[in-house]
């Protein structure tokens, strides 16, 4: 279902917690480049004080760790508590999804924020990233060129990517960034 679907609404049952088997298909979903929304059921049953909510999020965006980008609603499907904000936010979430960013407005957002933060030097060797536009597919994916693509490691294209959610809000979608020679 997961391979045939845009959005997955991962329900799982907020007494029990957010256990191996619900990463596991927090994982697989992630994988397959689909957008998510994590659904808390059972709210009603969580005994609550003031931190309650706000320690649940923190310890599941821990467990998603690192893609924390991810909403979470914590809803009671027996009582209808948040059921519309639920899907409210899973349409929300499609509509990140099938985003596409103008490459001219892409490449006046980021190139700067690359000149700010280039990527470390390897070897004595600068790479410069010169253009960055968006690829057609059907979920965010983006690819920047740089003179030398093969030394740009992993922290930094999460640092783009991070960048990237910073200012075009792709709130719940993976999104998957190549580096390409120019």
């Given at each position: 279902?997961i391979?045939?679907c845009?959005?997955?609404l ?23 480049n689909?957008?998510?929304v ?40 027996l009582s ?9 936010t899973?349409?929300?979430v499609?509509?990140n ?26 070897k ?5 990233i010169?253009?960055?536009t968006q690829l057609p597919t ?7 060129f ?8 992993e ?28």
């Amino acid at each position: 279902a997961i391979e045939h679907c845009d959005v997955v609404l991962l329900v799982f049952d907020a007494t029990r917690g957010f256990d191996g088997q619900v990463q596991n298909i927090f994982w697989l979903a992630q994988r397959n480049n689909k957008g998510v929304v994590i659904l808390a059921n059972k709210w009603d049953l969580v005994e609550k004080d003031n931190k309650t909510t706000k320690e649940m999020e923190q310890y599941i965006k821990k467990q998603c760790e690192p893609f924390v980008d991810v909403p979470i609603v914590f809803m009671s499907a027996l009582s209808k508590q948040r059921i519309f904000k639920a899907i409210e936010t899973a349409v929300k979430v499609y509509e990140n999804r099938s985003k596409k960013v103008k490459t001219s407005q892409l490449n006046d957002v980021m190139l700067p924020i690359i000149q700010a933060t280039p990527p470390p030097a390897v070897k004595g060797k600068y790479v410069k990233i010169k253009f960055c536009t968006q690829l057609p597919t059907p979920y965010p994916s983006f690819a920047f060129f740089a003179n030398l693509p093969q030394y740009v490691k992993e922290p930094y294209k999460r640092f783009l990517e991070n960048k990237l959610r910073e200012n075009f809000d792709f709130n719940g979608v993976p999104i998957t960034v190549y580096l390409r020679k120019k």
